[in-house]
């Protein structure tokens, strides 16, 4: 007994040793991070834009997405550092993680507090949301107020969905910013059976052409999944963060919240595919593929699949498939708050955040960056197709597998003033896309978001259930007459309700401010 | 035996300076413990805490054990222990019995290029990563081109299955790819001690005339005793934890099948995968490592009362 | 006599029952690397490829700068862990099997009680980078983890407590060796067994190792065999999720089926390779010999 005693008051010793230590090291990181973030912002910015030549030397720390070898991002970097120099005076160092891993790292090198200025959002624990909320990034209301270009280059309503409580945390993206989906098929395919695509309007009017695929072609799936995945819902739901208490058709002025899964429009897509899947128009084990959709329509086994359609979507697929696809639009394009999920923002560890926005605004802004970051080196990493029409390509002998520093145009600030990759690709995409985000319908709820933290054991509760029934029955695996109704009930154990109720008290807060 | 050693010196520092090599010794693992193992454990703070970045781990509000109420306020709960308990139970014994088999039979037979590929054999498995060995195990179960329906149950007349969505099947499979893939792990160790246990003590029996069964149960196995417990006591240690790979990769994530795939780890997996809150992560670390210790704690005390020289501590 | 033969028999077929367990899978693995992709989606994988087709291997060797200092990087953090990581271990295995040792429970609880309770991954990465600053040096595929498993220590010990009988070292003690020389001369001598079984386990951590590259280590000059093969596979995961989905994410030309299971075969090769020079080690006899000689 005594024994155990002294043990662990050595262990509560040790604790605390260990605390003293950690946490000096925590406190220099704070620090030296907090104060000067407000007053020299509030210095530099009356100046910043006057004589910008006359600040101090400063070096940006960029982390961006996509794989990429050390030597090429230092490559870039330096000839960023060129361009920036001259007209900041800082420099720049950057650093690119593939998508899976880049969550994790930058959850570490923040954590670490490491150094960091600018950082793209990621697709798990880096989204706007969750930075946002624990306190990994900066808000940038008065930053932005020094960068008037920049603020002037985004829209009210494309500001408004980087707000969370109020504050601004990010800058999105240029790029689409809606989505319509539809049902990407085999180009070759279609044109053998001769099916007329126009009469097609709805996800249910495919399911001649499905059948035509599978009787025409033996041991070709009609439609396939991406590693178990249906690849969009044909709806025009707005998700407003989660699926919990969602705009069921967002086209109509409705802003009462609902169950989506206890929606007629789920239930009639499940039913569908269930029945689908029971005549073999989708893939077998459709919930548990292990390739993606563009695999399998490469090796010849699929006709199409489900997803998102924007302008240069067949190129995109082209490319992915190593065959010509098209697309039968079935939703229209529609724009909600996710559609605006990919953001750059200003990590709390960042020194001087108003050197960072002048980095960031100039990436936005000046295509000669811009092309740089995205695209990499000129001859190096990309060559010119066609210079006239501004379409460029991997130079002689690079190709997609074997570059190292791979192209992600989405992933950079702004995409819409870069070339465009691809020498056969659209040279008007750009245009095309900036027409489709103007005339892409507005949901009610764009710009709303949720601030989730008083239900957060009621969501991880519901994202079990979740996780349990919603693919399946999507790939028609289930019997929707008997899932759904157990699926109902196991989300309701689960506490949907109360995420609902809060989503909807916040919604109308929300929209009343917005009618104010 | 244990009596007297213990009776020789309670003269206490001239005792302490005797052992001063013994110290020595023990100073390099002892500090390395303390810089990688026991700093860090300050982090479990983390799990009591509204984590904040800007904050810092020390500085972030308190909110008492609020971080571990999604493990609890869930029809699941009961499900996902349920779950890891027998998962990991099945595991220890079948384990425990397999490796013992076959390190028995290793040890017993007698050409030593035949021991060689056997052993290099079963530990290729304990090779292969698991996202690896989930697509080998997918060329079995796909249910169009997989190897079972396609090889054995088509041939034989039989009617397809469609593995993925039918549960059933599922905790056997997973017993079997958890046994292939750390077998061979188990064997080394278990093989390590049977090859210490004294000769002699085998070729006294043969002279009395035990076969080889009661050589097994009288020499081979109190000679394994101690790995036996000590391996055991550590797999209840863990015993809320489970292999992430194993029951997330194998079955393809497919939801019809979670009923019986979903642990503990999983559950925090799906439940956490939006917001990623680090403060309700390790708060389940926490929960997992904390049972483990008081049932670790029980085991130990019990072995103690049984057999003094095999408890851990 | 006649029954001896049987059982070994007996033995012999529980044994190949488990090898080929194992082997068949492995077999598929090497066999689908060599398949073409378009044959292993339409006919899945098959034991023996149906038509051979080196392009996985192929498009590897375009990476080959990147694969042989992979394996150079990782050679050399397997051997520098190995040997130091053995070192720890043994000493503080060989130190709890003594006896009598005032504090020895206080000696195994604390290291016991590693087993149980873990910080996770940021407050060690804070601390190893803070306090330590290993980020991108070697060191980081070194310290962090691999190098002292509290499980090979209580290994160690109870061999030691087992197989080395307090009298041996007493004698010696009495002929005046130190203690060190005790262990060196006359312990480590009769204890190649567990020491075979140590250093491979050990090792097997250090050449399976991802995890330290990938959170340490942000400069490709010091990436290990593992971490390029994990990068690759991670880029799989990622599209295979349904966040590439709804994001409508373009990717392109990612490694497919064929490259995984070639990368996966480059993992395991060289430790198919190494491994029967240790199995010498794991033959009984010695212990015998040194007690008795």
Redesign the interface.
Known sequence: MK?RK??FA??TA??LL??M???S???T??SS??PPQQSEAEETVSQAEEQPVEQEPYTVAIAALG?A???ACAEVAEAASKILEEKYNTTVTL?RY????Y???M??A?????KLDLISSG???C?L??AAA???VLALNELLESSSELYAAVTEEDWRCMQRGGQIYGVPNGKEHA?GYGFSCVTEMLEQLDYDVSSIEEEADLEGLLRAVKETFP?VDPIVT????M??VMSYRDTLG?DYGVLEDCRTDSTELVNWFATDTYRSICDLHYRWAQEGLIM??A??????A???I????AFGYF??N?PGIED?DE??TGKEMTMIPIIDAYSTTSNL??CWMIP?QCEQPERALQVLSEMYLNPELGNLFAYGIESKHWEFADEEQGLIDFPEGV????TDYSV?A?AWPNELILYVFGADADPELWKKTDEFNETAFQSVGKGFSFD?SSV??E???C??VV??????LQAG??DPAEAIPKFLE?LE???IDAIISEKQSQFDEWLAAQNS | MNKTKKGIGRSGPVKILRYWPAYLMLLPGFVYLLINNYIPMAGIVIAFKNFNYQLGMWKSPWTGFSNFEFLFRTSDAWLITRNTLLYNLTFIVLGTVLAILVSVSLNEIRSSAAKKVYQTSVLIPYLISMVIASFLVNGFLNSRTGFLNKGILEPLGMEAVSWYSEPQYWPFILVIVYLWKNLGYQVLLYYAALISIDREYYEAAVIDGAGRWKQFLHITLPGLKTTIITLTLLAVGRIFYSDFGLFYQIPMDSGVLLDVTNTIDLYVYHGLMESNNIGMSSAAGVYQSMVGFVLVLLANFCVRRLDRDSALF | MRSDKASRLGFHLILLFFSLCSVLPFLLMVSSSLTSEEALIRDGYSFLPRSLDFSSYSYLLLQSQEVLRGYGISVLTTVIGTVSGLAITVLYGYALSWEGLPGRRFFSFFLFFTMLFRGGLVPSYIMWTQMFHIKNTLAALIFPNLLMNAFYVIMAKTYFSANIPESVKDAARIDGAGEFRILLRIVLPMSSPILATLTLMIGLGYWNDWMNGLYYISSDKLYSVQVLLNKMLMNIQFLLSGVAQSSGIELSNLPATGIRMAIAVLGVLPLLVAYPFFQRYFVRGILIGAIKG
């Open positions: 024994n002294r043990i050595a262990l040790l604790a260990a605390s230590t950690s946490c090291a925590e406190e990181a704070s991070a907090a794989d070898s050390t030597e650093i593939g998508y899976l891993e969550d994790q790292q959850q570490l923040l954590a670490g507090g490491e697709f798990f624990s989204s949301d969750s624990s306190g990994q989505s041991g991406s590693g178990g995945n690849g969009g989660n077998a084990d919930s548990s593929n292990s390739e993606t563009s695999t399998l490469a090796a010849g086994t997803h998102n924007k995109e490319s992915a999920s990919e709390y190709s997609a597998s074997t992600a989405w989730s957060l054991n969501i991880a509760a994202n079990n996780s349990k029934y919603d693919n399946p695996a289930l196991e154990a689960a506490g």
